[in-house]
């Protein structure tokens, strides 16, 4: 039993083309300016058609392949006539109508190589003289019925006529489109043998009606425009119900946090009542002033460490200001005792930052204000020794 995701494997269906018959149209291979654009060479095409063609421009079905910058065209171009309007109805749709030789001129051939296309009707030879573009096409119609002596003979002539074949490539099937890839171009194959032409060549080798191609594309691209701004609704309409669908999904679950918080919040109170008064303790314990602890340390337990020439008239200390700093108003007898008291505290291990500048001096007594600044750890009390396990 075949897969159901064959179709998906195989890729988009095939471009849409309609392949003329080659025996409905003449080839010539013109000189393009070197260099010129798509519209200057288009421009020099149809000079050279109507300068070659019994018919005017009006009356042909006519295009062109040139290769980017290439200094040679092939023309090729059919009276309308020719066609009737049973055949042209059957081009509506097409994404592109090229006669059958035109599929395999965007093949990467070597000079001096012939590619001959079989059909029921015809057989047809395209020659590279050069890499550029065909130099000569030539079409044989044959009876649908002749045997493959008769074929085999023709495509022997064709080559012979041609001269100058270093190369033969003979085509077992027609050449017929690929599934398309991208809009960029289209590929057309036959066994191992692939011939790729991209849109600009497309839209020069493409023998319909120019105003009516111009019209024609105009209209698919205004097309594709309105697909791709209906897609962009599309796709907004889809991200909006995605957003609105969130918001539902949202609310619920914030419902289901609320109705989680409600439940969970007597006891999360009671679990931060009880860690505020344990942290309000530890600032009781710690975190407080200990203006004597400051002072012990600024004297010693004997007053040994400060000169008996310095006498302390002031002492405040002041929550706002620091909890481990202190302010000491003080004179000395002696005003070098008061550099050597600040040289002696600055050593002490419990003390950040001390200064003791002299504010004032009146005859042998001299006036100072001293700035303590003490390590926190340092004023807390030592834990008392264990006593000794028997």
Known sequence: MPSPFRFLRAGPPPPKVALLSDAAFFTRTISITAGATAEDAA???????????????????????????????????????????????????????????????????????TVLLSYAEAITAVHWATGQVPSKILTRVIDPEATEEDRARIRTALVAELGGSKTVIELATPLAPEPAKNDGEIVFRSGEFDSLLPSAALTAADVRDKGELAALRSARRRDVLMWRVAVGFAA????????????????????????????????????????????????????????????????????????????????????????????????ASNAAQINV??????????????????????????????????????????????????
Do not use: C
């Open 236 to 331: 907004s309409l889809a991200v909006l119900s995605l957003g609105e669908l969130s918001l539902v999904g949202g609310r619920m679950w914030q419902q289901v946090r609320q109705k989680q918080f409600a439940a969970q919040k007597p006891l999360v109170d009671k679990i931060t009542g009880i860690h505020e008064l344990t942290n309000k303790i530890e600032e009781l314990a710690t975190k407080r002033l200990m203006p004597l602890e400051m002072m012990t340390q600024l004297t010693g337990l004997e007053l040994e460490r400060k000169p008996p020439e310095i006498l302390f008239t002031r002492i405040v200390a002041d929550q706002s200001k620091g909890l481990y700093t202190i302010f000491v108003d003080g004179r």
């Open 43 to 113: 421009a020099q095409v149809e000079i050279a058609l109507e300068a070659i063609s019994p018919f005017p421009l009006a009356q042909l079905y006519y295009g062109w392949f040139r290769k980017p910058l290439a200094d040679e065209a092939l023309v090729f171009a059919a009276y309308r006539r020719r066609f009737t309007n049973e055949q042209t109805v059957e081009w509506d749709g097409a994404e592109v109508v090229l006669p059958g030789f035109a599929a395999a001129l965007g093949a990467a051939v070597e000079p001096a190589t």
């Open 341 to 390: 008291y600040e040289s002696t505290l600055r050593k002490l291990p419990a003390i950040e930052k001390v200064n003791a500048p002299i504010s004032q001096v009146r005859g042998d007594q001299a006036q100072f204000t001293l700035t303590a600044v003490f390590k926190p750890e340092a004023l807390l009390a030592p834990e008392p020794p264990k006593p000794p396990t028997p």
